[in-house]
């Protein structure tokens, strides 16, 4: 029971805390560009990671190396890039909405490429959800044709680095504690954000006011829409399966849609009745 209760705990507070990443990388591309963002984003998350737990990298043995670098550019690497791509033409709340797709592609993964095994209740969870999100991509369509949805090709392709990722950890890193794991990445990570910030003339415009607003967003979401929400995320995935632990982005619309309604974006009922369908779509998928 107290198990259960754990991981329902974690579900709900990383919902939080991720659904509310969409509207941080909104308000960084104000003064930034997705390049400089996601490199900046990386490198905050990597000081601070290395600053309070650097000697947990004792932990990782020599042959995990290469999946952790693996669920670096899976995890955080690639779609750190894609979904600030994406919302430079998307919404913050459709970004979150495209999120929801990972769990589908974590089943789908899982089952074809990883062997893990699921029950018949998870894909009709999956599918539900995969509706709900449908409903709230396409009524958000409609309401917003101005905004070029090509774009929201990118978001999903950053969902699907997401499935990959979750089903890496569980098969290869379940053993290793999670901070470990995160700092681990992170380290991975922090050369090749470092290279691609200098080429992005972010220190030509480091200067401006605007760019240091966003530079602040960036910082907050490095910390707790990075490092924080990591660690919680692979505990998560080791105490649960990695079906229940990608049902996180099921929840994420709903957050970051309440953050986009207090900025400006808009909410019709349609989207409002596809975020409580995702709900239904997560209690079934978590069940075992």
Not at 177 to 204: D, H, K, M, R, W
Request: glycine letters at 8%; aromatic letters at 12%; hydrophobic letters at 55%.
């Amino acid at each position: 029971m107290k198990a259960i209760q754990s991981k329902w705990f974690f579900l709900i507070f990383l919902s939080l805390i991720w659904g509310s990443s969409f509207i941080l990388i909104k308000r960084g591309l104000v003064g930034l560009t997705p390049f400089q963002l996601g490199s900046l984003r990386m490198i905050f998350a990597a000081v601070f990671l290395l600053s309070v737990g650097f000697r947990s990298l004792k932990n990782i043995k020599q042959h995990q190396w290469k999946y952790i670098a693996l669920t670096a550019m899976m995890g955080t690497f690639f779609p750190a890039y894609l979904f600030s791509i994406a919302q430079t033409q998307i919404d913050s709340s459709i970004s979150a909405i495209l999120n929801s797709l990972t769990p589908l592609g974590t089943l789908v993964l899982g089952a074809l490429v990883f062997g893990l095994s699921f029950q018949r209740r998870q894909v009709f969870g999956v599918i539900i959800g995969l509706l709900g999100s449908a409903l709230l991509i396409l009524n958000g369509a409609v309401n917003h044709p101005g905004q070029n949805y090509w774009f929201a090709t990118l978001a999903i392709c950053g969902a699907i680095c997401y499935a990959i990722n979750v089903n890496l950890i569980k098969k290869y890193l379940s053993d290793l504690n999670p901070l470990s794991i995160t700092v681990g990445n992170f380290t991975v990570l922090l050369i090749p954000a470092f290279i691609i910030l200098c080429c992005s003339n972010f220190f030509e415009v480091a200067h401006l006011p605007n760019v240091r607003t966003s530079m602040l967003f960036v910082g907050v979401l490095a910390i707790f829409g990075t490092c924080v929400a990591n660690v919680i995320y692979f505990k998560l995935i080791q105490i649960s399966s990695p079906i229940f632990a990608s049902s996180v982005t099921y929840m994420l619309p709903v957050v970051a849609c309440v953050w986009g309604i207090l900025d400006g974006e808009s909410l019709t009922l349609v989207q409002a009745l596809g975020a409580f369908i995702v709900l239904i779509g997560v209690y079934l998928s978590a069940r075992k």
